[in-house]
């Protein structure tokens, strides 16, 4: 068994050389190998209108977040002070339901809010670069989907 996966190891890593694409290319503007003043400008407003965008929304889901956790801190406080156990084992029960709402909300409207900045940030490399030779930025998405 040792064998076939030691096998199966090295054979992966010798065809990912030959799949996997390079990430050193050249982005060639009008005047060849190096990018126009225009394009420079272009992408670098695009990278900075993207990270605004990322910024905003992480700032956005850490509110929502801080939010959440005064509502769930204020809901199991008032339920505490119900007058049976029923009465506060519901109270206790909704609050926290309402609690993993309101995280869950604020995952989804983050990672939609990834998604478009992405989106637009591509829409935009496209109009800097129309020949699409600048395609080194396009796998750092990955880097912010583990955030």
Not at 88 to 109: F, G, N
């Amino acid at each position: 068994m040792k064998k076939i996966s030691l096998f199966l190891l090295t054979a992966f890593i010798a065809s990912s050389v030959f799949i996997f694409p390079t990430y050193a290319e050249e982005t060639t503007g009008a005047t060849g190998n190096v990018p126009t003043a225009e394009e420079l400008t272009c992408i670098q407003d695009a990278i900075t209108t993207r990270d605004t965008a990322l910024a905003t929304a992480y700032d956005t889901f850490t509110a929502t977040v801080k939010s959440a956790l005064t509502a769930r801190t204020d809901a199991l406080k008032s339920a505490w002070a119900k007058g049976t156990m029923s009465e506060i084992q519901t109270a206790l029960k909704d609050a926290w339901k309402a609690y993993r709402k309101s995280i869950v909300d604020a995952r989804i409207a983050l990672r939609r809010a990834k998604i478009a900045a992405w989106q637009a940030f591509h829409t935009e490399k496209m109009t800097c670069f129309p020949d699409n030779k600048a395609g080194v930025d396009s796998a750092t998405m990955q880097a912010d989907a583990q955030l």
